[in-house]
């Protein structure tokens, strides 16, 4: 059976953790050799990941992938590896319009998302990047999603996106020179192309925007834990 290039992914950045992790807080000089053989095994598996991905392998090869992860070992605490944080927001109108952002690097349509900054609260980081990528001011009213960007094949790194429901309060549109190339607002039934992955987040983005209130959306705990869904093993990443 072939293994979907998101399980690859999850293995070896799983692998990858445990091993910086481990080296982090060793004392052992045995223990930090098998902890860089497992290393060395994940970045492997990172690497036919990153083929399967996209056909071809220039990007980076197994011993870059290999020192990136090495180098960013750090003792103790500050070397325990964990997902990245990053915030987004689903922004609705008065007209029913969600706001979305095409982004520069890649050219897809996504709502307004950003890394967590240092400082902010996740509130606070919606607000700022929403108005740094659109122009637009608005108000958060209520997280309606957390989700694990790597299980839902949104990104290659681990990371944790909340999502928030948030009210446009004011502003005008205004695309960031650099991070998006254009902006806009758009009703259900004209959306742009090409849309990130519509159909895992739009159908919650409009019940939201529409005035439903549902519990905060979250991934399904596995059983067991390392066992992808059937879909997921299954599934032909382009």
């Known amino acids: 059976m072939e293994v979907a290039r998101t399980t690859l992914l999850r293995w070896a950045e799983a692998l990858a953790g445990s091993a910086m992790t481990g080296m982090g807080f060793t004392k052992s000089l045995y223990e930090t050799e098998r902890f860089e053989e497992i290393l060395h095994v994940a970045s492997e598996i990172r690497f036919a990941a990153d083929i399967a991905g996209i056909g071809i392998a220039d990007q980076a090869s197994t011993d870059d992938i290999y020192d990136h992860w090495l180098h960013s070992v750090g003792a103790g605490v500050p070397g325990y590896v964990t997902p990245k944080a990053a915030v987004a927001a689903i922004v609705g109108n008065d007209r029913g319009e969600i706001l979305l952002v095409q982004r520069s690097d890649s050219g897809i349509w996504l709502y307004p998302t950003g890394w967590a900054d240092v ?47 948030c009210r446009a309060i004011g502003g005008s549109l205004r695309a960031h020179p650099l991070e998006t190339r254009d902006v806009g607002w758009f009703s259900r039934d004209k959306l742009p192309s090409p849309l990130a992955h519509g159909d895992k987040w739009l159908p919650m983005a409009f019940r939201a925007i529409d005035g439903a209130i549902e519990p905060t959306h979250f991934d399904p ?18």
Do not use: H
């Open 221 to 238: 705990v596995r059983d067991p834990f390392w066992q992808g869904s059937k879909s997921e093993a299954n599934r032909q990443d382009s």
């Open 119 to 165: 400082g902010y609260s996740p509130a606070e980081v919606a607000v700022k990047e929403v108005l740094e990528e659109t122009g637009i001011e608005i108000e958060p009213v209520r997280l309606v999603a957390v989700m694990d960007g790597m299980r839902r094949g949104f990104t290659a790194v681990p990371l944790y996106s909340m999502i928030f429901y």
